[in-house]
């Protein structure tokens, strides 16, 4: 089995920051991609960003210039740097992996998500 499990979500004033982090444990043998997606509510799921295991990352034109994802694979981690945090960016963060647990075995596994509150 695998587990995703994320942290670092909470209430922030608008043009603040906060730091998710995210960690995939169990029966891994690799994780190639990595990331965040994130759901309004009444909104659809959007990616915000993904980073392979090399460390190229793409970011959503939403969060271009404010947001920077990063990973370290030896942890198994991932992490979304939010900066200028606005209104608009309330919503739930859910962070995925793309595991290979053998070589043959492949899946994308889903955190439980984190609120992400932008008020004052």
């Known amino acids: 089995q695998v587990q995703v499990v994320e942290s670092g979500g909470g209430l922030v004033q608008p043009g603040g920051s906060l730091r998710l982090s995210c960690t995939a444990s169990?029966?891994?043998?690799?994780?190639?991609?990595m990331g965040w997606y994130r759901q309004a509510p009444g909104k659809e799921r959007d990616l915000v960003a993904r980073?392979?295991?090399?460390?190229?990352?793409n970011l959503a034109d939403f969060v271009k210039g404010r947001f920077t994802i990063s990973r370290d694979n030896a942890k198994n981690t991932v992490y979304l740097e939010m900066n200028s945090l606005k209104p608009e960016d309330t919503a739930v963060y859910y962070c995925?992996?793309?595991?290979?647990?053998?070589?043959?075995?492949?899946?994308?596994?889903w955190g439980q998500g984190t609120q992400v509150t932008v008020s004052s």
């Open positions: 995925f992996a793309d595991v290979w647990r053998s070589v043959i075995s492949y899946s994308r596994y």
């Open positions: 169990g029966s891994i043998f690799s994780i190639s991609d």
């Open positions: 980073i392979t295991q090399s460390g190229s990352s």
